[in-house]
């Protein structure tokens, strides 16, 4: 039988969660959904040092403003309970003794100042230290100590760390959904420490194979970073004896930088004016902040659209994916291999594709608050067709007011290079025609007045568009905004004939 499609996230609560966090979150809920497997989410958060308040929070807020459900994890609970590392803590320790009395770890009781030392003569010597075969036989480790002083120095609390034993001289094989067959000789790896006594905690390496494993976690996909980890994760397998459900791999492409070379990171956001984060971050720590998506006023469908795009491509020319078209058309197949350029401009670019699709219901929802703000109030069915009327020249929906705000206020003043080029000659008083003309209309819709305006128009031998752009001036105020029968239309008759008398009042004709 197929085994069950099982994916987790596992993000570390560091900090916020960039973007390629959520490209890495998305790309495992896609994977999920497509094999009707499930979505994990597990929060990573043994290394003390690096814990954040508020960034567990700021991960969770994030996928659910993204769409990204999770099945089982922090947040919803399930049959592998606790999912945040640090309430697993008890687990970790029995496995790293097992690596232990199998011969694949053992302890090691250098000090910092220890380490610091060797590091200082390593480079002294032009090298660099590394913690493997070459010393771990000559330092303060259970492999060199006698195995009476290793337990004496446990017992008066010494502090300790486990550290796997790096075979010397094998080729790792290992296999990657993206990359193909990788091979790595250990010789080049070092001995990472698996568990620390100092805070009775496990490190990465050890906390995640041990939960992947007991999560009967099918397939990691994770980001590029963690590809130098991958032999040490198959050894790690292969040291537990849980090689035949070992999971299958997938490391994604980096992000990189609008100019190409490089990680993409929030200093690259901030010197070209795009946010690098979901959403707005404020570090408890330093007060610093950065800006989000959602805060910027993207739409989520449009960001989890061109994240979807930054990595992989469906084959074909769609651009455009609702999240069900991803989970449908997503496969590891199509994720290249190599990094993939942000493009700021592309991210508005899809934002405003999405605008343009939205329903006249659906905007007035978003509109609505902003209209407010400014003091209207109008029925969504008011909001919801004005924004139709301008949505195709927005790329976000604080666009809106100024391309719209015309339908809800009358002008008070009247752009300055438009009233040089229409409010004059014969114009005023043509436009005192027109408003006899509006006002003997009793079928006031966008047609029949449209209708009967240019017959007019024609009738008396004007020119049309000096005729326009007049009546444009008053009704609008600039030379802005949409067909001028959707400006008549939409604010009626009525108020037509008083913009109109305003500005025959107030704005004297130009010579
Ligand atoms: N906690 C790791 C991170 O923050 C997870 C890496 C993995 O998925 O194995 O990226």
Not at 344 to 373: C, G, S
Request: hydrophobic share 40%; proline share 5%.
């Amino acid at each position: 039988m197929e085994r069950p499609v099982r994916v987790r996230f596992a993000p570390s609560p560091t900090g916020p969660l960039h973007i390629g966090g959520v490209r890495t979150a998305l790309y495992n809920y896609l994977f999920a959904r497509q094999h009707k497997g499930t979505m994990i989410l597990r929060i990573e958060d043994t290394d003390s040092q690096r814990f954040v308040p508020g960034a567990e929070e700021y991960i969770l807020e994030s996928l659910k403003w993204c769409g990204i459900q999770i099945d089982e994890g922090v947040g919803v609970g399930g049959p592998h309970a606790p999912y945040r590392q640090s309430e697993r803590r008890e687990i970790y320790l029995k496995y790293a003794l097992q690596l232990v009395e199998a011969g694949w770890a053992y302890y090691a009781f250098d000090t910092a100042e220890e380490l610091d030392r060797l590091r200082h003569e390593a480079e002294a010597r032009g090298e660099a230290f590394a913690y493997n075969y070459t010393v771990r036989e000559r330092l303060a480790t259970s492999l060199a100590l006698p195995a009476d002083e290793v337990r004496a120095r446990i017992d008066r609390g010494d502090q300790w760390v486990i550290r796997f034993k790096m075979p010397e001289n094998q080729l790792v094989e290992m296999d990657d959904l993206i990359r193909g067959h990788v091979e790595v000789n250990t010789s080049t790896l070092d001995d990472k420490v698996l568990y620390k006594s100092a805070d009775a905690l496990p490190t990465y390496h050890l906390a995640n194979i041990v939960d992947d494993h007991l999560m009967e976690v099918s397939h990691v996909i994770r980001g590029e970073e963690w590809l130098p980890s991958l032999p040490l994760h198959y050894l790690l397998y292969k040291a537990f004896g849980w090689e035949a459900s070992r999971p299958a791999f997938a490391h994604l492409p980096l992000l990189l930088k609008p100019t190409g070379g490089g990680k993409l990171s929030k200093r690259d956001g901030d010197k070209m004016g795009f946010p690098v984060f979901p959403l707005f971050w404020k570090s408890p720590k330093t007060g610093e902040t950065a800006r989000g998506y959602r805060e910027d006023g993207y739409f989520p469908e449009a960001f989890i659209n061109m994240l979807a795009l930054l990595g992989w491509n469906p084959g074909t020319e769609q651009e455009i994916f609702s999240m069900q078209e991803l989970i449908d058309s997503f496969s590891l197949e199509r994720v290249s291999k190599s990094g993939a350029r942000f493009q700021p401009d592309k991210a508005k670019w899809f934002n405003a594709q999405y605008m343009h699709h939205k329903t006249d219901a659906e905007l007035a929802v978003l509109y609505q608050p902003i209209l407010r703000e400014h003091g209207i109030e109008v029925s969504d069915e008011v909001a919801g067709r004005a924004a139709g009327i301008m949505k195709e020249r927005a790329t976000f929906i604080t666009d809106l007011w100024d391309l719209t705000s015309f339908f809800f206020v009358a002008p008070t003043h009247y752009e300055e290079k438009q009233t040089r080029k229409y409010w004059k000659g014969q114009n005023p008083a043509i436009l005192r025609e027109v408003r006899e003309v509006l006002a003997s209309i009793d079928d006031f819709s966008l047609e029949n007045t449209e209708r009967i305006v240019h017959a007019w128009i024609e009738e008396k031998g004007y020119a049309m568009g000096q005729v326009m752009n007049t009546l444009r001036l008053a009704l609008v105020g600039a030379g802005k905004g949409p067909g001028m029968y959707d400006v008549t239309s939409f604010i009626g008759k009525e108020e037509c004939l008083r913009r109109i008398d305003h500005i025959l009042e107030v704005l004297p004709p130009v010579e």
